[in-house]
């Protein structure tokens, strides 16, 4: 008796042009196809993916003992139960957050615990900046239905109390269109919160340090580098940035924005993949590996010209040969690879190019750097 396609199945004879079906089984909550391949085994799951996505199942052709299975499981897009692992990092980051607040504030937390909580505004400007980014990604994986975590936020004893935040995609992406939207929804998207974060800031009391820091002989100097977009928002509301003045600092929620915007620089580099090389992968095709090869030597050359061509002390150059390490990483794992390989459109494109702008308004050559 000829096998019948399951009622929640995509219909079997969108599978029967390249996979023969002489069995249907049910495992659990999976579908299982006997049966074989008409074509190449990688022909079979490159057909047949996309008609299984949009049904709602991943894919997998597996075989064993001569028998050949299509096994089809459902997508899992939504959250199984309370996150209590997410939920966990979050309070660990917000704790990370006011604690690294304290230093921005001139609070000794170990003098008045109680003080840490006024660092709020900065670790809500961390936290909400960080988390909009990622949700931009969460909610775009959600319409191309590719399985996504919630963010995972990442606590650290930093200046800044986080290393970031990040989600974990499961699943094979379908197509060029789906990789550009989930690679620029979180770049925009955290821009949009970076931009009202340092706007918020800017219009907020600037923060002045205690005589006996500022007369200490012992006292360092941290400097920001600030970027186009931080400068040019301070010169469109009329904000002074108080460069130079070892007394006086913009507020701590305008370091918030800061953040925001060295994080989309960061993540827009345009290798591996990093959001940079989801967004570039999907617009020039596998031809992004080779631009994702160059960008480690590009970012030595950024290193080697601050280290011996400039006055900035070797911290500047150590930012860039570190992410040199890390994209030549990146690139030696290499990009996602869609299974549809359409070309983008034209207005896609164009988003592409206005992201990859956007983020060199948030390029400063040295971010952050210590003077003693």
């Known amino acids: 008796m000829a096998a019948e396609s399951p009622a929640d199945g995509p219909p079997l004879e969108a599978i029967e042009s390249v996979f023969a079906v002489t069995e249907i089984h049910r495992s659990a909550d999976k579908l299982v196809y006997v049966g074989q391949p008409r074509v190449s085994p990688d022909a079979v799951t490159q057909e047949l993916w996309p008609t299984f996505h949009d049904a709602g199942y991943e894919l997998e052709l597996r075989g064993a003992r001569g028998r050949v299975a299509l096994v089809a499981e459902p997508q899992s897009l939504g959250v199984d139960g309370i996150p209590w692992k997410h939920i966990g990092l979050f309070v660990a980051t917000v704790l990370s957050t006011l604690f690294a607040g304290t230093f921005w504030y001139h609070i000794d937390p170990f003098a008045e615990p109680a003080a840490l909580l006024r660092a709020w505004p900065f670790s809500a400007a961390i936290l909400f900046v960080l988390g909009v980014h990622e949700m931009g990604h969460y909610v775009a994986s959600r319409y191309h239905r590719v399985q996504a975590s919630l963010p995972y936020f990442i606590p650290i004893p930093t200046l800044i109390g986080t290393l970031g935040a990040v989600i974990k995609m499961n699943g094979r992406m379908p197509s060029r269109k789906a990789l550009f939207d989930i ?3 979180g770049p925009l998207a955290g821009l949009v919160a970076t931009v009202t974060v340092t706007t918020v800031g800017l219009h907020m009391d600037p923060i002045h340090a205690p005589a006996a820091v500022v007369q200490s002989p012992d006292a360092v100097q941290l400097h920001l580098g600030f970027p186009p977009l931080l400068e040019g928002l301070a010169a469109l ?3 002074p940035l108080y460069r130079g003045d070892p007394t006086t600092m913009v507020n701590p929620v305008v370091i918030g924005g800061w953040v925001g915007m060295f994080v989309t620089l960061l993540n827009l580099i345009p290798v591996g993949q990093l959001d940079g090389g989801h967004i570039l992968r999907a617009m020039i095709g596998p031809d992004q590996e080779t631009v994702g090869a ?7 050359g950024l ?7 400039t006055d900035h002390t070797g911290q500047a150059a150590s930012v860039w040969i570190l992410w040199a390490v890390l994209t030549t990483l990146l690139a030696i794992a290499g990009p996602a690879k869609p299974f549809v390989e359409e070309r983008l459109d034209s207005r896609r ?3 592409g190019a206005l992201t990859f702008g956007l983020g060199t308004l948030c390029f400063t050559p040295v971010p952050i750097e210590i003077v003693g």
């Open 183 to 185: 690679g620029v929804a």
């Open 237 to 239: 509301f009329d904000q």
């Open 294 to 300: 160059l960008v480690p030597a590009a970012l030595l």
């Open 303 to 309: 290193a080697g010209y601050l280290y011996f061509l």
């Open 349 to 351: 494109r164009v988003l």
